[in-house]
């Protein structure tokens, strides 16, 4: 993964956020809301892409709305000689898994997992369990999400 610059500028951070906001705005928007022509936006996007501060670009969908309705997070344990590398397989071997975050601590994971229903659910744990390196897993169904943050940090 390529290193961050050094120093954002802050710029840098109200373009990044402009893009968080908005991904398909155009430079010329971009180049409007913080003054630069859409030459110089296009020049620092690209310097943030290939520095790895911007990664990609994508679509926020709504899983319920393409059959996915249900969400939970799951606890993994894993036994204690598993290496990371093993715990982040899980992640690819189970389609349901959207993300997978690996911990310092108990637990050793945490996976979101999007189902189409309680039954896609359970396969998806009986997945996980048997993957043979998963000691334990408590599953924690979300009712409803109150926020989810598409924004920066402010600058210190």
């Given at each position: 993964m390529p290193t961050p610059p050094a120093g954002l500028d802050h710029l840098d951070r109200r373009i990044v956020q402009l893009l968080l906001d908005d991904a398909r705005?155009?430079?010329g928007d971009i180049g409007v809301r913080v003054g630069l022509s859409p030459s110089a936006v296009k020049r620092r996007i690209d310097r943030l892409e290939r520095s790895g501060v911007i990664e990609g670009y994508?679509?926020?969908?709504e899983p319920g709305a393409l059959g996915e309705p249900v969400e939970a997070f799951v606890e993994l344990t894993f036994v204690g000689s598993a290496p990371v590398s093993v715990i982040e397989s899980i992640a690819e071997a189970v389609p349901q898994i959207r993300a997978l975050y690996t911990l310092a601590g108990q637990p050793d994971a945490i996976a979101l997992v999007r189902a189409v229903d309680v039954d896609d659910l359970k396969s998806a744990i009986d997945a996980i369990r048997r993957?043979?390196?998963v000691t334990g897993t408590k599953t924690s169904i979300v009712l409803g999400a109150v926020k989810t943050r598409r924004t920066l940090t402010p600058e210190a």
């Open positions: 705005r155009t430079f994508t679509a926020i969908v993957t043979g390196h």
